[in-house]
């Protein structure tokens, strides 16, 4: 966001994609040569459809915001099926203007745009404590609790990693960093694992400053301190993605097996 900056921003955006996409195909390679990311989310709005059968009659639809299916492919499904009432349900469970506020901008962009604004719209914002949210996340740390051997459970450290966002936007009153922290909190009060914990972020892009502490910047402090077993939960995620699969589960767990870490594991 900078001045004038709708004269340049697509321009950039191609500049960048170009540099990146190298890099990036090699990291899609490693994770089975595309991400999971459709798959996962298709199964959770069947799951979701299946789930309320004999409460409501419903359909799903899934918009993509940066990949197909995108949101004009929902919008006009739902025009065909004659829909009348619409409820936007983000798969972050955060609210951020870069994620949750985004898709909806362009759901308002689209919508505008093919004058389907007669659509009766509700709006899940954030459900970064619903009690299910918060047991899922319990559950999937019991089962990597499970893959570390016995003795050395009480050895294990519980590494919590969110997508980081600028300092800005914090500093603007996004309320995400907010919402992680509560999300944080629950699971660790709520799971009551009686093992060290610790809040870290990933994915920084660019030069500006971002959430900290970083998620290398964790690993290679616990490291230091003789930490020896570690697993990392993603906590602003529901679907594995090139986030989860590389970042953490590749490129981190190299680093932290460099650094001497014996155990280290994803939940």
């Not at 697509?10 to 195909?25: D, G, T, Y």
């Not at 077993?229 to 590749?250: G, Q, R, Y």
Request: charged letters at 25%.
């Amino acid at each position: 966001d900078l001045p004038l900056a709708f004269l340049f921003r697509k321009p950039l955006a191609r500049f960048i994609s170009s540099r990146r996409a190298p890099k990036v195909q090699e990291y899609y390679k490693r994770i089975g040569k595309k991400s999971p990311i459709l798959k996962l989310t298709v199964r959770q709005a069947k799951a979701l459809e299946k789930a309320l059968q004999g409460k409501v009659n419903c359909k799903t639809a899934i918009a993509m915001r940066y990949w197909h299916p995108m949101t004009g492919k929902a919008i006009n499904e739902m025009r065909q099926a004659n829909v009348e009432k619409v409820l936007l349900l983000p798969l972050y469970p955060h609210f951020s203007k870069t994620t949750t506020g985004s898709s909806v901008n362009e759901w308002e962009r689209i919508t505008h745009q093919l004058g389907m604004n007669g659509f009766s719209v509700d709006f899940v914002e954030e459900y970064c404590e619903h009690p299910l949210y918060i047991k899922a996340i319990i559950h999937n740390i019991n089962i990597a609790l499970k893959r570390v051997k016995a003795p050395d459970r009480s050895k294990a450290n519980l590494v919590f990693s969110a997508h980081g966002t600028p300092i800005k936007l914090v500093k603007a009153g996004d309320p995400y960093q907010s919402q992680i922290i509560r999300t944080y909190n629950a699971v660790v009060t709520a799971g009551n694992f009686g093992l060290p914990h610790h809040l870290c972020y990933q994915s920084k892009v660019g030069p500006e400053k971002w959430l900290e502490p970083s998620l290398d910047d964790t690993i290679e402090r616990l490291a230091s301190e003789n930490v020896t077993h570690m697993i990392v939960i993603p906590i602003a995620f529901v679907s594995d993605h090139s986030e989860t699969l590389w970042e953490i589960n590749i490129e981190a767990k190299q680093e932290a097996e460099h650094l001497g870490i014996k155990h280290f594991d994803m939940s």
